[in-house]
């Protein structure tokens, strides 16, 4: 073993560290509401899962499941929201896909609980049948229109996040930082991707916020925490976001109507 060649690894490794804790504070500084929204959400998401653990382990398959789900992808945006502020944007796109499904995985299991025990015994039960699930309950609920709304934004959902689960030119190309000539290759942070991608992380937190509250409709200590905290900070969320994306001059579907079970 080269151990001249092990001290430079060693440096790389201590250099790397703080450089990532340097972009670090530069891109904090850029962000604006998105984070307090994300922050928020966050917050009250892990105040829900925690109440499932007051009494002890889950014994409830389907309790377990949905709370796995919704556990994993609040993991998720925690760890992109990291890879976001650290200049990663790339790795922070992996798990775009995921972020996307989660909610509606909920969503279905909401609309019908049965779902969940599909989800954990058959491997053919996937996102396509989810949202089948949930368009068929708004439908049986009489809000057909809205059913179709629902799908064609997830469809044109799935479609775009897809391209970021793979290698393709938009997943190793697309979220590089560039200063317009150059791809910045050591984690120099762009502040127009670093709002951007916060701003789209801070959604899908208040998207799992909501799903999670809706996934169990007739536990009492969930409807208690969403009726102190939850219905309030969606407001204030969805409020504020909306005025992000105008301050970023972006397109945006409401994020409190956007899928509104």
Known sequence: MDWEFVGRARLWYRQANERDEKVRQLSEDFLGDERDVFVVTM???????????????????????????????????????????????????????????????????????ALTKSWISDPGFDIHSARTAVVKWLRDSGRASESRKWFSERTRDHKEVQLYSHVTPQSCLGPLATDGKHV??????????????????????????????????????????????????????????????????????????????
Not at 67 to 75: E, F, L, P, Q
Not at 195 to 218: H, I, Q, T, V, Y
């Open 43 to 113: 917050t009250m998401n892990r105040h829900m899962l925690d109440l499932f653990f007051k009494d002890g382990p889950l014994a409830d398959e389907t309790v377990k499941a949905k709370v796995a789900i919704a556990d994993r992808a609040n993991t998720l945006l925690w760890s992109s929201w990291n890879d976001i502020l650290c200049g990663r944007y790339s790795s922070a796109a992996e798990h775009w896909r995921s972020l996307l499904e989660s909610p509606q995985f909920m969503a279905a299991f909401g609309s019908n609980e």
């Open 184 to 261: 910045l290759m050591r984690n120099e942070p762009s502040a127009k991707r670093t709002r951007e991608c916060a701003l789209f992380l801070a959604k899908d937190a208040l998207e799992l916020m909501r799903s999670l509250w809706w996934a169990f409709p007739n536990d009492e200590r969930v409807n208690e925490a969403w009726d102190k905290h939850g219905a309030g900070a969606l407001e204030w969320g969805a409020r504020k976001l909306t005025q992000v994306y105008g301050e970023l001059g972006l397109d945006c579907a409401d994020p409190e109507e956007d899928g509104n079970q």
